[in-house]
């Protein structure tokens, strides 16, 4: 079951349901045949459930803290919601968050989807996308699934194209992040933008 189509209510209800165990007659021990390891796997998939469950409700409770005010004044905030949302993705994904005329979220887009290594990203889309949703700023993100968060020549460059594109409909490029692990790293902070 996906948790992101489910109700908050919904949510709730599955994460303090107890969860279905399979009974293992007698715990594994170290030194143990795989055999006696099969009831652990069982049970794995209902861990894995609940903090699926979990990760959902955090990042709706994260996604409404970033709605109630400029994005920007709370990054600790976007950060979290950030690292949450591509926590494990095994492929790179291009984000985009369009905000208002004071850095307030209008809705987070993942615009793209790549590979382990890249993803291509095509400035029309951000631009018709901004317009679309009467954008007057962005932050854009992507993940390095590596976990090695420092930005190529390619990312620099990026930034820069993507800037000015949305110049000519008078949108700004607020910051762009990229996420690899537990590491969120802003051009802006950098001085890059």
């Known amino acids: ?16 349901a107890p969860p279905v165990w399979d009974f293992i007659a007698t715990v594994p021990h170290v030194g143990d045949g795989e055999s006696s390891y099969r009831g652990v796997s069982a049970n794995d998939s209902a ?29 600790q905030v976007l950060r979290d919601w950030l690292r949450l949302y591509c926590a494990n993705l095994e492929h790179e994904v291009f984000l985009v968050l369009y905000l208002t005329a004071q850095l307030q979220l209008i809705e987070a887009v993942e615009l793209f989807r790549g590979t382990l290594t890249q993803t291509s990203v095509y400035p029309r889309e951000l631009v018709k996308g901004a317009i679309t949703r009467n954008a007057a700023a962005v932050v854009v993100v992507h993940n390095h699934p590596s976990g090695h968060a420092e930005p190529s020549r390619a990312d620099e460059c990026l930034t820069q194209t993507l800037k000015q594109a949305l110049s000519l409909v008078d949108v700004r490029v607020v910051d762009h992040m990229i996420v690899a692990g537990g590491t969120v790293l802003s051009f802006a902070e950098r001085g890059l933008m």
Request: net charge positive; glycine share 4%.
């Open 1 to 16: 079951m996906n948790p992101s189509v489910l109700s908050r209510a919904d949510l709730v209800r599955e994460l303090l």
């Open 47 to 75: 861990v894995s459930h609940k903090l699926g469950v979990a990760r959902e409700l955090l990042l709706r409770d994260l996604h409404a803290q970033m709605c109630t005010g400029p994005v920007m004044s709370t990054p």
